[in-house]
């Protein structure tokens, strides 16, 4: 696009914003995240009338941001930037061993990390105005809440409302990080995910304490890699829904590169002190209270659904009493709620996994179902994700805990291998939590778990083949391509039942 269509564009969508408009819609959607955007432009093609209200409450640390939610501006996207960053610095010392004269320090410059990852958030921001715009759909920065089933409330920033009415609407707000605001101090000086890729300096010395979430973990990864000082705080276990001996290997693989894990200690108070470091007072696995002071101090305790404000249970559609999601599966659509017309996607549907793609899918089916006459139906199962912490860890299908639960331990058969990636040799880096497992029933292979780098590309693929119900036979009998870390997964010949080891052994 010349910068002139740009500045067209930008007037165009100035132009629309202002004008009036009568107010009934076929589809409204609450929410402008990953589900909400893909949900809204895919009902717009049927050549629908369709609204779509976003709205940021800043975070408790005064945190905004523009159009496109978690993932663009808070999650996925400045998530997966840094911690690209922070491999690149592994690159940059591996490269020595490659002959690249590489100086004995290197250092990460945070403002000009951030600035380049915040500069292309904002590119995505305006991206989405357009093709909001180019889709014709219309987007309102107003908060929405609903009237009656068939009624929603936008109000705006200087708090003028408007009402809507909808045909169908759409529940699309997501999840925003939890504070614990009963711990002293906590709220006054801890950050969450959504300042951290936000931070205007450097984070320094920083503590990261996490519920057994992958955001933490992540977070903690990337900082340690870009060279500050990082500590992790865990109560129990990390990685809680996944597979636990996976986790370990992960963590085990931060521990040994420069992240400090404090295991079973507990938070008790937050301060900060005269220089403005925050003095953390923290019980360890003994009950011993010790303090420490940090620069900075990431809350990574958990996420919770944004209904409260919405008036949804005042008109019938059921939540959940713990989560506060809303509950999906009435008659028989996984999406809708206990009101018929309004439907719900994304973080904010009870029970689902907590995924940008996931949220996506279900959009675009909803908005086949609601005006394209489609049956077809979102399937949850054998949804794919990627743990990006500095070893990556990728995973489609079950864990081995699960697989045993339902299939019975004498019914599964786990193949594995330890590996170690070309990339790790010239540079003799240790590849010890290197490993890979398959999961297999008698007929289909139905968990794939590999830690090594590009996991994430690698089990893209691979979930073809496991949706497909490919068995073990299928996957022994596939060619692997060499030199690559996905053809280990096709050569593992080892059991976990026959005892042998399955460490590397040369060529
Ligand atoms: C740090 C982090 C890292 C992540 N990394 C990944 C990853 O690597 N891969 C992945 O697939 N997923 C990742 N996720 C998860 C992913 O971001 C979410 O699953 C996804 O954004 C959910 O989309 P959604 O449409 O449900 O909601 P969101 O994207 O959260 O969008 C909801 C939008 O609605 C707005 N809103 C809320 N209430 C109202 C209201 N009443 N009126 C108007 N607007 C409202 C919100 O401000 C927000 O803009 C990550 C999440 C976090 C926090
Ligand atoms: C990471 O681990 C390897 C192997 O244990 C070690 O050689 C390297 O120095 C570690 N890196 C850091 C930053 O601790
Ligand atoms: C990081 O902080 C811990 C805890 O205060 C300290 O023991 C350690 O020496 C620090 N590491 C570096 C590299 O400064
Ligand atoms: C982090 O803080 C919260 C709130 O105080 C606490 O409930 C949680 O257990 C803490 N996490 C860890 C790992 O200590
Ligand atoms: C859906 O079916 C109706 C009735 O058969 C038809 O009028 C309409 O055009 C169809 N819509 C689409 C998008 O195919």
């Not at 829904?241 to 996976?246: A, N, R």
């Not at 291998?417 to 029933?441: G, V």
């Not at 299928?474 to 039942?497: C, L, N, W, Y």
Request: hydrophobic share 35%; proline share 3%; with cysteine.
């Amino acid at each position: 696009m010349s910068k002139f269509t740009v500045f067209v564009k930008a007037m165009i969508i100035l132009f629309c914003e202002f004008s009036d408009k009568t107010d009934r819609y076929d589809l409204v959607v609450i929410g402008g995240g990953s589900g909400g955007l893909a949900c809204s432009k895919e009902a717009a093609q049927f050549n629908k009338r369709v609204a779509v209200l976003d709205f940021v409450q800043p975070s408790t640390q005064g945190t905004k941001w523009g159009l496109g939610g978690t993932c663009v501006n808070v999650g996925c996207i400045p998530k997966k930037l840094m911690h690209q960053a922070a491999l690149l610095g592994q690159a940059v010392r591996d490269a020595r061993s490659y002959g690249w004269s590489v100086p004995q320090d290197i250092s990460m410059d945070w403002q000009v990390m951030s600035e380049a990852v915040q500069n292309y958030v904002k590119s995505m921001n305006f991206g989405h105005r357009v093709q909001l715009q180019d889709k014709k759909v219309e987007y309102i920065n107003a908060f929405g809440s609903m009237v009656d089933p068939n009624t929603v409330k936008a109000t705006d920033a200087q708090g003028k409302e408007r009402l809507l009415h909808a045909d169908n609407v759409v529940i699309a707000v997501g999840g925003r990080p939890i504070i614990p605001e009963q711990m002293p101090g906590a709220l006054e000086h801890c950050i969450s995910s959504d300042d951290i890729f936000w931070l205007k300096k450097a984070p320094g010395k920083t503590y990261v304490n996490i519920s057994g979430l992958n955001i933490a973990l992540e977070c903690g990864g990337f900082l340690t890699g870009m060279g500050y000082n990082t500590t992790v705080m865990v109560r129990s276990i990390c990685l809680r829904y996944f597979d636990q001996q996976m986790s370990k290997l992960v963590t085990d693989y931060m521990e040994n590169n420069g992240t400090r894990f404090l295991w079973r200690h507990k938070p008790v108070k937050f301060e900060k002190d005269r220089e403005g470091k925050i003095v953390v007072t923290y019980s360890d696995e003994n009950g011993n209270t010790l303090t420490e002071r940090f620069d900075t101090v990431l809350m990574a305790t958990g996420r919770k659904a944004l209904t409260k404000n919405l008036n949804l249970e005042d008109i019938g559609v059921k939540l959940d009493r713990e989560s506060h999601k809303v509950l999906g599966d009435h008659g028989g659509d996984q999406e809708r709620s206990s009101v018929h017309n309004i439907y719900s996607i994304g973080d904010v549907l009870q029970g689902r996994p907590e995924l940008t793609p996931v949220a996506i899918k279900a959009g675009k089916l909803l908005a086949h179902r609601l005006f394209g006459n489609s049956t077809h139906q979102m399937d949850y199962d054998i949804v794919p994700t990627t743990v990006f912490t500095p070893l990556e860890y990728g995973v489609v299908g079950v864990s081995e805990e699960a697989a045993i639960n339902k299939y019975g331990e004498e019914n599964v058969e786990v193949y594995h291998a330890f590996y170690r990636p070309l990339e790790f040799s010239i540079p003799n880096r240790d590849a010890s939590q290197c490993y890979i497992k398959a999961i297999c029933t008698e007929d289909e292979v139905v968990g794939l778990h590999i830690t090594g780098n590009n996991a994430g590309e690698i089990i893209q693929g691979f979930t073809t083949a496991v949706r497909c119900g490919a068995s073990w036979e299928d996957f022994s009998k596939t060619v692997g391509i060499h030199p690559t870390t996905a053809e280990e997964i096709v050569k593992m010949q080892i059991t976990k039942r026959s005892g042998l080891d399955p460490r590397v052994t040369g060529c």
